[in-house]
């Protein structure tokens, strides 16, 4: 399976829709294989970048020094930059839940860096295609489309992923 040229799309109907869904598919999996196999050093969210010329980087949340986690909107960017250096225009973020955006929280001093939000919007990233929306996030400042899967199925096990720390969160926030 391979997309068109994205360079000058912004409509989520013009991306492969079957191709995005199979890859946070496979994210999902990734998450359940890192969690068996050290769930302290990996987290529960996983991302791709996905170029122009169909090749896919995939990550997890990882640990990081000082008790921070690298999110794996991050780990991503830098592993794709690693292997192919820049980003090329028309790539495309894949993430199991909407990338963070606020910077006075609780979960922005455990984070790594900047949010992911300014991360991609610095990387000159058009559009995110996303599993679930993180509802605890309200610092909207993307220069971005975020699109939701329109798969049910998909969008449960990302939610369900997702509330494993996101209720956790959400009650820390309340207190």
């Known amino acids: 399976m391979r997309f068109q040229d994205l360079t000058h799309i912004t409509e989520s109907q013009d991306w492969d829709q079957d191709q995005l869904d199979q890859i946070l598919l496979r994210l999902c999996r ?8 050290d769930p302290k050093r990996y987290g529960m969210v996983a991302a791709a970048v996905l170029d122009p010329s169909n090749r896919v980087v995939c990550a997890v949340n990882t640990a990081s020094a000082g008790n ?7 780990v991503a960017i830098d592993q794709y930059v690693e292997k192919y250096k820049k980003i090329p225009e028309g790539s495309i973020i894949i993430t199991t839940l909407s990338p963070c ?12 860096g900047e949010s992911c939000t300014d ?4 990387a000159k990233i ?7 929306n993180d509802p ?11 699109d939701v899967t ?13 509330n ?3 209720k956790q969160n959400e009650s820390k926030r309340l207190r």
């Open 150 to 162: 329109s798969d049910p199925e998909i969008q449960l096990i990302c939610k369900k992923i997702s």
């Open 119 to 122: 991360l991609i919007n610095d």
């Open 101 to 112: 955006n606020e910077d006075n929280t609780k979960m922005a001093d455990e984070r790594y």
């Open 164 to 166: 494993t720390f996101l």
């Open 68 to 74: 921070t986690r690298r999110h794996a909107e991050r």
């Open 136 to 146: 605890t996030q309200n610092d909207h400042r993307e220069e971005f489309t975020v």
């Open 126 to 132: 058009k559009y995110v295609y996303t599993g679930y």
């Open 30 to 37: 990734m998450i359940v294989d890192h969690q068996e196999s």
